[in-house]
Every structure is written in structure tokens, then in C-alpha cells.
């Protein structure tokens, strides 16, 4: 579970690696010995950061919070009538899902966790 939300981040997410990576670069430049070092890093930072602004304004995209609606809604679906039709009133079971399709069920449900987890930690 955990190998695959740290794929989410890596892939989806992409902003903790590229917030990692800016760090690096920030790294580099301090520690850089020559001019021609420094100007490099300072290039990597700004590519970089004008990256992480791009992921950044394309994820409040009405069409990007579209589609992720939209992969969000199977899994909420299985989830409610797991949750209210078969356990809360008892009217039915429901066949267990595939290991490939739990991975997936919890990875759109972890990715959703770990979206407004970082929101709240941006706002801080």
C-alpha cells in the first residue's frame, strides 16, 4: 500500500519531487565553487520552479478536477454500497475485488487523502 501511494506522489504528486529537486538545486548552489557552477544551478532552480508552477496551476484546471471527479467516482460508488448497503442496513454482500482493482480502489482513495493533506500544509 504504502509502495503505491509513494508511486501516486511521485507520478501524480510530482510537486514533492520537484520540490525535492529545487532543493537539491538550492544545495548545488551553495555549494557550487565556480561561477559557471552557480549559474548552472541557478537555471535547474528556475526550470524547476516555472515546472512546479505549470503542475501547480494545472491542478486547478475545471477540466483536470473533471477527470479526476470522474476517476474518483467508481471507487466512491463501491465504497458506499460496501459501506452503507452491505454493512450499515445488511442487504446485500458484495464479491471482493480483484488484487488489481483493490490496489487501484486505494490508490485513488489515498491520493485523494494525500491532495488535501498537502493543501492544508501549503496554507500553514
Known amino acids: 500500500m504504502f509502495a ?3 508511486g501516486i ?3 501524480f504528486g510530482g510537486l514533492s519531487g ?3 529537486q529545487i532543493a537539491e538545486a538550492y544545495k548545488a548552489r551553495a ?3 565556480t561561477d559557471q557552477d552557480r549559474i548552472a544551478a541557478d537555471v535547474t532552480i528556475r526550470t524547476l520552479e516555472a515546472r512546479r508552477d505549470v503542475m501547480v496551476a494545472e491542478s ?4 483536470n478536477q473533471l477527470v479526476r471527479a470522474l476517476y ?6 463501491y465504497l458506499a454500497k460496501l ?3 452491505d454493512k450499515v442496513l445488511g442487504w446485500g454482500s458484495t464479491d471482493p475485488l480483484s488484487p488489481l482493482m483493490e490496489s487501484v ?7 485523494y487523502f494525500l491532495q488535501d493533506m498537502a493543501e492544508r500544509w501549503k496554507r500553514r
Open 4 to 6: 503505491i501511494l509513494s
Open 9 to 11: 506522489l511521485s507520478l
Open 72 to 77: 474518483a467516482l467508481p471507487p466512491g460508488i
Open 83 to 85: 459501506y452503507l448497503w
Open 105 to 111: 480502489l486505494w490508490t485513488v482513495v489515498g491520493f
Open 31 to 33: 555549494n557550487a565553487s
Open 18 to 20: 520537484i520540490t525535492g
Open 60 to 63: 486547478r484546471s475545471p477540466w
